[in-house]
């Protein structure tokens, strides 16, 4: 069974940075497209930041543009959310994602058939 395990996130201060780690504990799994949504009180899941299985493309709402890195370290089965010039409306609970089968950056949900635990992200004013 394949697990993400997640870690990094927190309070932060507006204007401030924080790193969202997620790996992918199972040895013999390879992490195909990998990508972070979040989700806020009382609101949808929403598509953060998408990387393909390479790191050659990316994709990133437009919220985040400017903001928010993805990269991601094959090796360690690992991808890594870098948000900086945090807002208080980033505050979610933030979760990673890889696809089964595609190997493109995308922000659809139904990408992804693994899913990490969720971290909570507060931004405060």
């Known amino acids: 069974q394949v697990q993400l395990v997640e870690s990094g996130g927190g309070v932060v201060q507006a204007g401030g940075s924080l790193r969202l780690s997620c790996a992918a504990s199972e040895r013999s799994f390879t992490p195909l497209a990998m990508a972070w949504f979040r989700q806020a009180p009382g609101k949808e899941i929403e598509s953060v930041a998408a990387i393909s299985w390479m790191g050659s493309n990316t994709y990133f709402a437009d919220s985040v543009k400017g903001r928010f890195t993805i990269s991601r370290d094959n090796d360690k089965k690992m991808v890594v959310l870098q948000m900086n010039s945090a807002k208080p409306e980033d505050t979610a609970i933030y979760y990673c994602?890889?696809?089964?089968?595609?190997?493109?950056?995308?922000?659809?949900?139904?990408?992804?058939?693994?899913w990490g635990q969720g971290n909570q992200v507060t931004v405060s004013s």
């Open positions: 994602a890889t696809a089964k089968t595609t190997i493109n950056a995308s922000g659809g949900t139904r990408t992804y058939g693994y």
